[in-house]
């Protein structure tokens, strides 16, 4: 018989080994080279079949883009022509009876990137309600008799008709401010974060309004707007107070104003303002986490009185349900004998 110590010498068992490394190595790199053939194999297919269905989408809608243009391009001319009215409309005595001087204040912190197109829209929206209303109660209401009784509801429908079209323009541009109000409170506190790191690398308060500005926009929708505004008009020569007028009084928020303050005071007299921006913003955090408390402790109530009506029946039903049925099983007994 052999021996077997001659097969099992280190060197034997080193080519052995060995021998198995690639034969180990060999079946990885096939397995790999399979996954990236399925995976390019899949790829394609996947863009074969988004390319099929580019094409079904261009055979089945054919110049569905050039209508959605042409559609968009008819309703911006419309819009066009509006503004054009509701500029001859508001021009003159009938304007300042058209658009008070409330209205204006409220288009001016409305955010829109043309104050003068909006103004006309708002005069043109204001004159086109007052007449249509009234006609369209008229149409709903019936025919005026005024022999069978019908002329209070004709002089109602006229009335009624030209107070909502009066206040709806209004009411629609009051939420809009109400809602940008409610957004500063919410982009206030990053803001003061933002200027007080800007301070902090050693920019001044200028560049750091202008960066807010330009590159911040998509982070402060509102806010952003308004420093722009007041950038502008602090470059045309305003004082830095001046320029932030709006935001002051406008947006009737302390904070905001406070902050205003801060920066009207810094550009006038210089300093550090680091320091009383992080204490700003430890106090922005602790109001925000007070009113966090008190809308959940709202919630709370309110809760109560829906489960009060929505599980208490339930509950009733699954923990009294079976005595009421044996209270009754038993009256019904006493009263079959």
């Excluded at 541009?173 to 007080?196: C, I, S, T, Y």
């Amino acid at each position: 018989m052999p021996d077997l110590t001659s097969y099992l010498s280190p060197a034997s068992l080193q080519a052995g080994a060995l021998v198995l490394l690639a034969i180990a190595a060999l079946v990885v790199a096939v397995y790999l080279i399979e996954t990236m053939v399925r995976q390019e194999k899949s790829k394609g297919q996947i863009e074969e079949v988004l390319h099929k269905r580019e094409q079904a989408n261009a055979m089945v809608f054919p110049g569905v883009q050039d209508q959605v243009e042409e559609d968009n391009a008819r309703l911006e001319s419309a819009v066009v022509k509006a503004a054009e009215l509701g500029s001859r409309l508001g021009q003159g005595r009938f304007g300042d009876i058209l658009l008070a001087e409330e209205d204006k204040a409220y288009l001016e912190l409305g955010g829109f990137e043309d104050y003068g197109k909006a103004k006309a829209l708002f005069s043109f929206a204001r004159a086109v309600l007052c007449i249509g209303l009234p006609v369209v109660l008229l149409f709903v209401t019936g025919p005026v008799k005024i022999m069978g009784g019908h002329l209070m509801t004709y002089a109602l429908s006229i009335f009624f008709g030209f107070a909502l079209g009066w206040m709806l323009p209004k009411w629609v541009l009051m939420n809009r401010v109400n809602k940008r109000k409610k957004a500063v409170d919410d982009e206030l506190p990053l803001l003061v974060d933002l200027l007080r790191l800007l301070q902090g690398v050693g920019m001044s308060m200028d560049q750091s309004l202008y960066i807010v500005v330009k590159d911040f926009k998509a982070v402060f929708p509102v806010l952003s707007l308004e420093l722009e505004v007041a950038v502008e008009q602090y470059n045309r020569g305003m004082s830095r107070e001046q320029s932030m007028d709006r935001m002051i009084n406008g947006m009737d928020n302390e904070d905001l104003s406070a902050i205003c303050h801060l920066i009207a005071q810094v550009d006038r007299h210089g300093g550090a303002v680091q320091e009383p921006l992080q204490r700003f913003s430890e106090r922005l955090r602790e109001q925000r986490r007070a009113g966090l408390k008190e809308k959940i402790g709202k919630l709370t109530v309110k809760m109560t009185g829906v489960m009060v009506l929505t599980l208490l029946p339930a509950l009733m039903i699954v923990t009294a349900g079976s005595g009421f049925i044996a209270v009754f099983r038993g009256l019904s007994r006493m009263g079959g004998g």
